[in-house]
């Protein structure tokens, strides 16, 4: 997975609160690809229980790191083939980074990526991969990948 070229689509669109809202904002996935930052990407399963509690420590990673990175863009991306069931979720958790969601699995299938689940995706400023992994992660590589 090292060394290959994410791309980010627009079908991919904002956890809101409004479907108005989802709709105005379905551009800012594809957007985010265009920043000349590096991104890390947490990629989850909603409709796996463990999965979506990842969700949670994988925000209490960002929250306490992400003084000491600079230049960084966090986001979630959910992919989820029940929605009500996952904005229920959503309601239910302290979200302070943004979550997309992805309810026709384009991330995964137009970007060739596993079926495992949770993945956590680390790109460089053009969006290659320089760290990946899945299940768990190593902290102390990340913050030495990002510094």
């Known amino acids: 997975m ?7 689509m627009p079908d991919i669109f904002p956890y809101v609160d409004t479907i108005y809202a989802k709709h105005n904002n379905q551009q800012q996935f594809y957007k985010l690809g265009l920043s000349n930052n590096k991104k890390i990407i ?6 796996c229980g ?5 969700i949670v420590q994988w925000q209490e990673f960002i ?7 600079y230049g960084v863009d966090y ?6 083939e029940v929605l009500p069931r996952l904005e229920y979720n ?6 302070s980074i943004p979550i ?12 060739n990526m596993p079926t ?6 680390v790109l460089d400023e053009q969006n290659v991969v320089i760290y990946y992994a899945e299940n768990e992660f190593d902290q102390k590589k990340i913050l030495k990948i990002l510094k």
Do not use: A
Not at 63 to 69: A, C, R
Not at 90 to 95: C, F, H, K, S, T
Not at 116 to 121: D, E, F, R, V
């Open 50 to 54: 463990t999965c979506f509690h990842q």
């Open 90 to 95: 959503l309601e239910r958790i302290d979200n």
């Open 100 to 111: 997309y969601i992805d309810t026709m699995q384009c991330f995964s299938v137009y970007n």
């Open 75 to 80: 986001v979630i991306v959910i992919q989820t």
């Open 63 to 69: 929250n306490n790191y992400s003084e000491q990175i």
């Open 2 to 8: 090292d060394s290959k070229e994410i791309s980010f």
């Open 116 to 121: 495992i689940n949770p993945q956590i995706l």
């Open 42 to 47: 947490f990629y989850t399963n909603g409709d």
